[in-house]
C-alpha cells in the first residue's frame, strides 16, 4: 500500500496550478478562510479539491514525492 501524504502546501499548489508560489498561498489562505480554519491548521488534499474542482486522483499524482 503507498503512502500518500494528506496535507498539501504552496509547492504543491504550484506544481498543480501552475501558479507563482505567493499565488499559490493565496489560495490556500482563501480555503482556510472559507473552511473557517484557523492559520496554524492545514489543508487536506479532500478539501483542495473540493473548492478548486479538481480531480482528488488528478491531485494525487502530483503529490507523490
Do not use: W
Not at 503507498?2 to 504552496?10: K, M, S
Not at 499559490?24 to 480555503?31: D, S, T
Not at 473552511?35 to 474542482?53: A, C, V
Amino acid at each position: 500500500m503507498e503512502i500518500i501524504r494528506t496535507c498539501i502546501y504552496p509547492k504543491d499548489v504550484q506544481r498543480i496550478t501552475g501558479k507563482s508560489e505567493k499565488s499559490a498561498r493565496k489560495l490556500l489562505q482563501k480555503i482556510k478562510l472559507n473552511l473557517n480554519k484557523e492559520p496554524h491548521h492545514f489543508i487536506t488534499l479532500k478539501e483542495f479539491s473540493n473548492h478548486t474542482g479538481i480531480d482528488l486522483e488528478t491531485i494525487k499524482t502530483y503529490i507523490k514525492d
